[in-house]
């Protein structure tokens, strides 16, 4: 389908965390609106600072479940996690022959258990509604593929592009280990002790993260950074760039990226999955010692990489085959579970919105908790010293006490204080 001067809906469960997959919409509603596209996007909740991002960009962005869109009005509707606003379910069911419709093409981001959202979890919708079913690597088509009844016949690999400013940073002339960068919002014990270790060796190592600088990767960040630790869609930020990629998070990982791993990383949607646990040691050591190599692999297939990941090259070939699929009416009951469904969802991202709003306060009550409990761990390991000591200094008094030489010094004493009372009882009758 034509980009240029299409009219676009991005559909997303919310647009207030810097996640994956808002990012995922951001940078799609960024370049099809940068190609000619009129782009409007529809989410179950919106909030600070992920929101604003999508301002900054001129990009509308509604909440309202009840908010009217035109069903005819539109070329493409991208669904991601299958959220949908009611009105356009509701001219689903009053459909006619002569309606105009748009393509919907449906995108599935992972394929993990307890992001149930991924997973194409109304049945039939998108087996009556897409025109093209998208998967982020094989890993996630392989899982998903099960829970539809058929599987849709046009299907492909949506493997987190990067927007092609990526690919337009100039190489680092680098030649040793200096800046490191971790993208994370679940960074593992072994990675923090790893970036103790890497500054120990004089190498400035920065987190970008929910538990280090919140907010984008953009090109900006990576431009004078010499190697990267992630998972997910950064990695094709850094390999489009041109840096080294270590990959490894929470599901372990894999370190850096060579031939040997890279397609084993990519299947899994370079989420660590299927690779191996490492220590701190091992990190640290291994990104110092492994940079050459890493620098030299990625550099050499940059082109390559340009080709596989980059925005403006994998979207034109994911949509050049896509049309507006013949759609049948819904029937209407169906079309009450449907709605039924996005109410639910709808309710969800609302509160974990909510919930994500309380998540600065919490961190800073449990940040001044702790502390808290530092001075009281302090203070009762200064009672418990002062305790040690003064039975210390009691056990010694009473040593010194039933000592011969004491006890000795006691009775030759007792002389000269008995004629100092009696001098003084003698003084107090005169």
């Keep these: 389908m034509r980009i240029s001067g299409a009219k676009v809906l991005i559909t997303h469960t919310q647009t207030q965390s810097i996640m994956g997959s808002t990012v995922v919409a951001l940078e799609l509603a960024t370049y099809l ?26 990009i509308p962005v ?51 258990d307890f992001a149930a959202d991924e997973h194409p979890y109304i049945y ?26 058929r599987v849709p016949v046009h299907t492909a690999i949506f493997p987190n592009p990067a927007p092609p400013a990526f690919g337009r940073l100039p190489e680092r002339s680098h030649e040793r280990l200096t800046k490191v960068l971790v993208v994370s919002n679940h960074v593992p014990p072994e990675v923090w002790e790893a970036c103790r270790l890497l500054r120990e060796r004089n190498i400035d190592v920065k987190v970008f993260g929910e538990q280090g600088e919140y907010s984008l990767v953009t090109p900006e960040v990576l431009a004078d950074v010499d190697a990267v630790v992630t998972i997910g869609k950064t990695v094709q930020y850094c390999l489009t760039a041109g840096i080294p990629v270590y990959v490894y998070d929470h599901f372990g990982g894999f370190g850096y990226l060579n031939e040997g791993n890279l397609e084993t ?21 291994s990104m110092v010692a492994g940079y050459a190599s890493a620098k030299s692999f990625v550099g050499r297939n940059r082109d390559r990489f340009i080709d596989r990941y980059a925005l403006d090259k994998v979207l034109p070939s994911v949509l050049s085959d896509v049309e507006p699929k013949r759609l049948t009416a819904l029937e209407r009951p169906y079309a009450l579970s449907v709605k039924s469904a996005m109410r639910f969802v709808h309710r969800y991202y609302e509160v974990w919105a909510s919930m994500n709003e309380l998540v600065p306060d919490r961190n800073r009550l449990r940040a001044e908790l702790d502390a ?6 302090d203070l009762s390991r200064r009672l418990a010293e002062d305790e040690v000591t003064v039975s210390r200094l009691s056990s010694r008094l009473h040593d010194i006490e039933e000592s011969e030489s004491f006890k000795i010094g006691k009775a030759l004493m007792l002389v000269p204080h008995m004629v100092k009372d009696l001098a003084g009882r003698i003084r107090f009758h005169r």
């Design 33 to 58: 609106k940068e190609m000619g596209a009129s782009v409007e996007v529809y989410a179950g909740a919106v909030g600070h600072p992920g929101n604003d991002l999508f301002i900054e960009r001129g």
């Design 372 to 377: 808290e409990r530092d001075v009281s761990a």
């Design 265 to 285: 990383a990519a299947r899994n949607n370079y989420s660590g999955r299927g690779g191996s646990r490492f220590t701190a040691e091992n990190i640290a050591e």
């Design 124 to 149: 039939l919708l998108e087996e009556r509604l897409a025109a093209k079913v998208l998967f982020v690597s094989a890993e996630s088509f392989d899982k998903l593929t099960p829970f539809y009844r």
């Design 62 to 112: 509604e909440c309202d479940i009840n908010h009217w869109y035109s069903l005819g009005d539109y070329d493409l509707i991208w669904v991601q996690s299958e959220v949908l606003p009611l009105s356009i379910i509701d001219q689903l069911v009053d459909l006619s022959d002569d309606d105009k419709v748009p393509a919907f093409v449906f995108n599935h981001m992972t394929a993990l």
